[in-house]
């Protein structure tokens, strides 16, 4: 037990000191912290009992129970392939990467002009797969193979929507992996889509099929040709989506060069842990034609104010946040760290480095296959890249299982009669002759002896097969080979970036706060990092045990019954808990129930997952308070009672306010037949005080990545548990490979059983680490810094929406929608924010024309007071234009952000000085950043897209 | 403000009617709403469309907004100038068309405002 103050992880994590909060409570004129929370938090939804959960315990203890608690993993050698393998994280990358806050903690690169640094490395990553795959464009991540390759089913469903009507057949080829057929299937059915399964070589594309399906290599390790395949499905009219492998594809003639129209994979093995499922960064690749239909983020390059060549994200309206339910996908968050760590990996190793691994991988793989020959065992193909089926009597692949088990060495046991074995990075000459050894053993037959110095080895594949074209040939994957080159270039691009190491990012409904390093150092342990996710679930019982206990920590804190930890984020749990609920309702007679009732400010992501879930979206009206409209509700229930399946509700809302209706809300939800999905973003005003089930909720997500301190990353990694009550546990979903799941569960939502499973050691960590007291407190905190914005902040903006007591939960909206007439708009705030050292709250979500701040817990009384100058010398700086002592048009907002390069330019033409422009208040000077760029032009970057790296020539002055 | 020669919709198009054809674009307080135009959606020629039906869609950096065909017709040109340079829209909303309809019913007008009420609707 904590003994004194500096053992207190709660101290440590919450930014105001005793003392400031006495301060703080005062500033908002309240009686006390609890006098506040009781004025925030409507009475009839609050806990009256402290939340059922273990800890506090310190950081050391913490990290000690890790040690035994990741003994009980075994994670041996993982060769079961299947999209995950054993690969080496160059150590300049993990240190410097993904064990590195200015990398992990920074947001989704919204605000591009700080964000420069990430968006290069994005966009590396864009052209190592663009280069690989041979396609024209690449996005900026997906979640994993498996839903990727429902992205591309459903992209390719929506491009042949508008020529073939009817078409709705997709054909899958059965060497697909089982958790990518089986995602798939679970995406289909909502759409109207039919899935085949079977042979392609003996399939027709007749009119009624729209799209194809394959994996090259296969899951079997084949590799043949596919080219004729594709053109028979383009014959027949249909579109080719194919499931690759980028490490094969240095060898292998990419899908791109046979007419593929997309390409998706797993980046996992370019230098990213297993994790036990992840995080990993999904690769889509596709046509230039297709740019618009294309899910996810794409990075783009544009130019700033000054002609400079600036990144940004391109094309947003395709995304859930402007397109809502008509958009490309329901994907918020992504995987961008481990996309940027794929791209390092690429820049690191070269086209040459990677051609190396892959020929030692293919030459192992190959003498392997020959030391099976000498013991009678014949590979089923010929022709691999890295992995071999074999076919065995059962009393072999009995004793295998015992043996190879025994020796660390997991194989993929396919069923009673055949064994997979993948090769990887990480495989040794010493391993091949164990695997052999051990092969020999189980059949009493004399080890054979294989020669594996020198393993590199070009593949022997037909001509067709063989690559030739050229890849990687960009600058920037030759020029930073060596270790001091790649630190620096990693460096470099980190300066560019605002992160939570720089300053408070106060982005509303984001909830960006303090990741602990002591939560995140387990992640990279070997005994969490190596374990493959379709490995035996007794090689894994560290992991199933905290899987258990953070199940029932997620119970208690929700007040709810049962909880999966497949989905990978919010958006994937978003459809994963309306799937349930439909599961549900169709097993009571009541699938006919398509309709969802979802409040006008709602997140994009609510009506784009139901979309998704094939429902039909019914939007509800805000009242002039910024509430759910009740009477709206109600009309609009009641016109659909008969195929009420859902009402997705946000608490509180996202204009950041407790809805004193909430609980009639629900009821009359009930009442016709509906459920209620609590979109979890904002529970870092729950955590402790209220809970989904108290407000009436059956289901609902957490973004662990929000209230539980899984960190940002730059757009990813996240994950988004669903916690259900009891009706809905049976639904739970299941998986093809491993047992997790309820009795009736929906298919699998993600690739891996249990997600990214490795990070979900971080939200242990964070909660073990405060308990349940210390949850709670951290959840008062969060609303009493809020509060404390509003106390100092509303004499200066206008706040838009409050309880009828004034008081706001642990967000607020600033209204600026009255400087507009002058030609002042939120976005000229944002960007000059920023030569304030300040990452933009979030802007014009949910309401256009305002910005929302949430500073969470974990700031500082301090640095809630820089903000506060900050926003309030920016508000003196309108109030100039409003009187017409500055220019309406060449003034420090319309300017902003500043750059170095034109406050130290030789010449400066504005009517404010240089200081005004970048040191606008003392405290700048003691943390000054400095955007890479001016502000950009997102016009010009839409309308001439370029999404690979640009050559060298375009940055030269 | 809003020309006269040409009728409006409620949904912020013009079309403007000579004889059996017309052309339709967007007004000045819809390029407004939008922001610089990066992308606009054409149909193909041939295509036959409802009065009121979604012939297309308008894409600026920020936001989409549909397209919808103020009255009954079949595609005979779209103007693919806007391909290259769809900002031009921005510049001159009353002077850049979008699509040319040979009109299933030219005397079919209700539903479409006149300038002034259109005037009136956006004030």
Redesign the interface.
Known sequence: MPVSRVDRFADRHIGPQPDDIEAMVAAVGAMSLDALIDEVVPSDIRLDTPLDVPGPETEAEFLARMRRVGQRNRPGRALIGLGYYGCITPSVILRNVFENPGWYTPYTPYQAEVAQGRLEALLNFQTTVVDLTGMAIANASLLDEATAAAEAMAMMHRLQARTAHGANRLLVARGCFPQTIAVVTGRAAPLGIEIEVGDLAAMTVDDRVFGVLLQYPAEDGAVIPIGELIDRAHAGGALVAVCSDLLALTLLTPPGELGADVVVGNSQRFGVPMGYGGPHAAFFATREAFI?QTPGRIIGVSIDRHGHPAYRMSL??REQH??RERATSNICTAQALLANMAGFYAVYHGADGLRGIARRVHGLTRRLAEGLHALGVQPAHAHVFDTLRLRLSPAVVDRLRKDATAAGLHFRYVDDAAVGIALDETTTGADVAEILSVFAGAMDRPVPTVDTAAPEATPDWPDALIRRSPFLTHPVFDRHRSETQMMRYLKRLERQDIGLDTSMIPLGSCTMKLTAASQIRPVTWPEFADLHPFASVALAEGYQELFRELEASLCAITGLSAVSLQPNSGAQGEFAGLMVIRAHQRDHGEGRRDVVLIPASAHGTNPASAAMAGTRVVIVACDDQGNVDVGDLRAKAETHRDALCALMVTYPSTHGVFEDAIHEICDVVHLHGGQVYMDGANMNAQVGVTSAASIGADVCHINLHKTFAIPHGGGGPGMGPIAVAAHLAPYLPGHPIVRVGGARAIPAIAAAPWGSASILLISHGYMRMLGGDGMRLATEVAMLSANYLKARLESHYDVLYTRANGRVAHELIFDLRAFKPLGITEIDVAKRLMDYGFHAPTV?FPVPGTMMVEPTESEPLDELDRFCEALIAIRGEIQAVIDGTADPADNVLKNAPHTAAEATADTWSHPYSRQQAVYPRPFVRANKFWPAVGRIN??H???HLICSCPPVEAYQD | MYPSDRHYTKEHEWISVSGTTARVGITDYAQQQLGDVVFVELPDVGQTFDQGAQFGSIESVKAVSDLYCPMAGTVVEVNTTLVDRPETVNADPHGVWIIAIELTHPDQTAGLIDAGAYAELVS
Request: aromatic content about 0%.
């Open positions: 618009r947003q309206t402007i397109r014009s997102d016009a970057g839409d309308r």
